[in-house]
């Protein structure tokens, strides 16, 4: 299946942060060799949600456990792919803006109540709770970067490879970089801009990582992006830096160096967006 044009952020968890069970299926899923690349993950995931999706809506179907997996000299890390959240998030999608009758014809209120449920279950924080699992470990964004998500990485983070049949471009770090990173830029947003929509973007990803483990990794993978980009512009490419420019002018004073920053940023992402709309 072709790559999808969209980026991901992801957190992965070492095996100390799940419960004793579900330590002993991660160990169990490595050893068995079945952890996806991420590089196919995305198609993968697709089909098991369209396939969950057609599955006669009955019920809310269960979905295989699988994960993108890190594994380092010292320990073991999964991303969950939690699938059933995003089954469920999908269902309720689909009656979004569709006339009722229509609604409960594709997605039967049985069903949508099911999802409502999964979905009120996890944002509420209750299998965190329980289970000791975050709601989330991936975050998908379509045709672009969200500029939030550079916030959260260095420059010296970044990691790209451009040569035939293998292109990609990410940043990786630990999570305690990422928390320090995103609480200093609200700090300098709360200050510079206030209530903006900026500040309360840059503001639910800090919430979002504090739902994790203090020692798990944080991942901007562009994914299928790269496949809209040329060599010369991944080697070039230096959004993580353009944003700590802006950041760094607004906390001194200085508006315009910050504004130049932020044009070029959206510039850059907005001609991949447009792409979109090409045939």
Known sequence: MPSLFASYLRVYEPLTAFDRDRQSYWRRYVEQGRAVAPVEGPGRQRTSVIEALGAGWTRLPDLPDEAYVLETDE??????????????????????????????????????GQAKA???????????????????????????????????FDAEERQHVTRPGRRALRYRTEISKARRRSSRALSVLRKSVGDAP?????????????????????????????????????????????VATGLAGLSRGEPGEASAAYDKLVARWRAVQLLERCN
């Open 75 to 112: 320990t073991l890390l999964v991303c969950p792919w939690n699938l059933r959240i995003r089954v469920a998030e999908a269902a309720l999608s689909a009656r979004d803006g569709v006339p009722p009758v229509l609604a409960d014809a594709f997605v039967p209120p049985v069903l949508a």
């Open 118 to 152: 999964v979905v009120e279950d996890w944002r509420s924080g209750a299998r965190v709770l329980e289970h000791g699992v975050p709601r989330v470990h991936e975050q998908i964004a379509t045709w672009g970067v969200p500029l939030r998500w550079f916030v959260l």
């Open 198 to 242: 900026i500040t309360e973007a840059v503001e639910e990803a800090a919430r979002w990582l504090e739902e994790f483990h203090p020692r798990s990794v944080v991942e901007l993978d562009y994914g299928g992006l790269v496949e809209l980009l040329s060599d010369e512009t991944l080697t070039a490419d230096d959004s993580s830096e353009l």
